[in-house]
């Protein structure tokens, strides 16, 4: 089916999403050899999402690629890991990388200046490169002098591994390897495994050398950049150190994924809240107002303005409801699971639509609409937590879901302060590599407010 309809695969998938919410919210179908159900009724989301921990053997081609991380490990080791890194994302350790934010999106804002007032213009670079230069020190470590490093060329190679896993995911003759590694494609593949490689293992050594005089004279875990914050490589590295629970391998797999997630996910998902709100203008002007009211006179947000950003957070929140950035998630059915109406079978697929869930009938006549002011009143809002979902679902959720608000905050403030955006997100088109993508590129005119 993906071979039939990999023109318009989005398109095939929006049909699919539709047609399950409109036949109870759960339909079957074949996924080459194997029987997937797709999967949008929140009630049997949140009951699979709970017991059904392992992912399908598909996710198996990115381990190939970038490594064993938090998105493919099996249920036993994911639980382990996910709980030693837990630590580096809560919001303690957040407050201290607000800072870095703020000198990032400074940066490109100062960078869009120059583009604005020339007419429409991709901005989709200096989105980009703000993600990535965030990533590079919160997650890195890396000193300004020292972010050549890891440039450009090293997240592009994550993306465009990222494609050809997709690609294989939907094409069931490239399956199996003894067929796929003879392919011009696998050969690409090696060459991207070795690009990122040859760009990770550098920084990953700098950073256990810088940290090992330090730790003959503090043991106190608390050694920070600048003497700022603490970055994640470096929790990592201490519990490799000090637990031994951490190899090279998991470490750079790790650091991949959470790349490979921020590049790909977060840029889209900033990309879409610009063009958002350059197409309805009374929520871009009001998001503006609470803005100035927020910042007032100072050139930085603080930790405590996070929370005074209320219209701001609705309109990010609507905008992950909206032009959902990952529109579906899979796991693997390890045993049989009886429901009402329907039989899961053991060794199957299911696919959770977060796109057909995002548009549950639970939302309301207007689900399909962009509407930040929903968020506003809970009491308005779909009793049932698992109709909204951008960070996956139940207890595998994404690690770096916090992090992610707080980053798109921080941009999207900055940039309304400065400019005002005209755009129309309405007209673009999609296409599936994982992560929603434009089928042609979007463009935006910035105009200076002051």
Not at 17 to 46: F, K, M, R
Not at 71 to 99: A, C, D, E
Not at 262 to 279: E, F, K, P, Q
Request: hydrophobic share 40%.
């Amino acid at each position: 089916m993906a071979m039939k309809h990999r023109k318009d695969l989005w398109g095939l998938m929006q049909t699919v999403a539709d047609y399950g919410l409109e036949n109870g919210g759960i339909i079957q179908i074949w996924a080459g050899p194997v029987t997937a159900y797709v999967v949008s009724d929140p009630e049997v989301v949140g009951n699979i999402a709970n017991t059904c921990m392992e992912k399908p053997f598909q996710y198996n081609f990115l381990i190939d690629s970038i490594g064993n991380g938090l998105i493919t490990l099996n249920g036993p080791t994911w639980r382990i890991h996910n709980k030693l890194l837990s630590p580096s994302f809560n919001q303690q350790v957040l407050n201290t990388f607000l800072p870095e934010m703020n000198v990032q999106t400074r940066n490109i804002v100062a960078q869009m200046t120059t583009v604005a007032g020339k007419g429409p213009v991709d901005i989709k670079e200096f989105i980009t490169q703000y993600i990535l230069r965030s990533v590079c020190r919160t997650s890195l470590g890396l000193e300004s002098k020292d972010q050549d490093i890891i440039d450009n060329g090293y997240a592009k190679a994550l993306e465009e591994i990222l494609s050809i896993v997709c690609y294989r995911v939907l094409n069931v003759h490239v399956y199996l390897s003894c067929i796929y590694n003879w392919t011009s494609m696998r050969r690409r593949e090696l060459e991207l495994v070795k690009i990122v490689k040859n760009m990770i293992n550098p920084v990953i050594q700098k950073r256990k050398s810088e940290l090992k005089p330090t730790k003959m004279y503090n043991n106190d875990n608390s050694t920070t950049v600048s003497g700022k914050f603490k970055p994640t490589l470096d929790l990592m590295l201490d519990l490799s150190n000090e637990q031994n629970v951490l190899s090279d391998d998991d470490i750079r797999a790790h650091l991949n994924t959470f790349v490979a997630a921020s590049y790909d996910t977060t840029s889209a998902v900033l990309h879409n809240a610009l063009m958002a709100l350059g197409s309805y203008p009374d929520v871009q002007e009001r998001v503006y107002e609470e803005v100035q009211d927020v910042f007032q006179n100072n050139e930085e947000l603080t930790k405590h303005d996070m929370s005074k950003l209320v219209y701001l957070e609705a309109v990010i929140k609507e905008v992950l409801r909206v032009y959902v950035a990952v529109p579906l998630v899979a796991r693997k059915v390890d045993a049989d699971i009886v429901l009402p109406k329907y039989t899961l079978r053991a060794g199957s697929i299911c696919i959770l639509s977060i796109y057909g869930l995002h548009r549950h009938p639970s939302w309301g006549p207007d689900a399909k609409e962009f509407k930040p002011e929903r968020w506003l009143n809970p009491d308005t809002l779909p009793t049932n937590p698992n109709v909204y979902a951008p960070f996956s679902f139940g207890k595998r959720n994404c690690i770096g879901k916090q992090y992610a608000m707080m980053s798109l905050k921080t941009s999207i403030a900055h940039i309304v302060r400065k400019f005002r955006i005209t755009a129309d997100i309405n007209i673009l088109k999609w296409r599936y590599e994982v992560v929603l993508k434009p089928t042609t590129t979007p463009l935006v005119n910035l105009t200076l407010r002051y």
